[in-house]
C-alpha cells in the first residue's frame, strides 16, 4: 500500500522559511517522479514543483527561485525547501507520487493527506 506523510508545516511569518517532507512508503521510491501540490482555500490543488527520478526539477513560475525541491532514495523521503514565504503561499500543501520515472502538470498523481502551512505576522 502506497502511503505519503507529510510533516513539517505550520505557521511563519511572512520572509520566514520551513521545510516540508514526505515520508514514502509502500513503493520503490527511486524509480517514481515525485511532486508537491498546494490548495488555498476556495481553490484547487496547484502542482508547485517536481522532481523526475533522474531528479532533474521543475517549479511553478509562482515559486521558482523560492522553493527547493528534492528526495533521498536511501530514506524514501522527499523534501520542499520554502523560503521568502508570502501570505499567497498560505495553503495546504501535498506530497504525490506520479505513476512512471517522469511527471509533467495534468497526468495523474496521487496526493497524500496534506499539512497546513500558514504565513502570517
Known amino acids: 500500500e502506497v502511503q505519503l506523510v507529510e510533516s513539517g508545516g505550520g505557521l511563519v511569518q511572512p520572509g520566514g522559511s520551513l521545510r516540508l517532507s514526505c515520508a514514502a512508503s509502500?513503493?520503490?521510491?527511486?524509480?517514481?517522479?515525485m511532486s508537491w501540490g498546494r490548495q488555498a482555500p476556495g481553490k484547487g490543488v496547484e502542482w508547485v514543483s517536481y522532481i523526475n527520478a533522474d531528479d532533474s526539477t521543475y517549479y511553478s513560475n509562482s515559486v521558482k527561485g523560492r522553493f527547493t525541491i528534492s528526495r533521498d532514495n536511501a530514506k524514501n523521503t522527499l523534501y520542499l525547501q520554502l523560503n521568502s514565504l508570502k501570505t499567497e503561499d498560505t495553503a495546504m500543501y501535498y506530497c504525490?507520487?506520479?505513476?512512471?520515472?517522469?511527471?509533467?502538470?495534468?497526468?495523474?498523481?496521487?496526493w497524500g493527506q496534506g499539512i497546513q502551512v500558514t504565513v502570517s505576522s
Open positions: 504525490g507520487k506520479a505513476r512512471d520515472v517522469g511527471w509533467r502538470p495534468g497526468d495523474y498523481i496521487a
Open positions: 509502500g513503493f520503490y521510491f527511486s524509480n517514481y517522479a
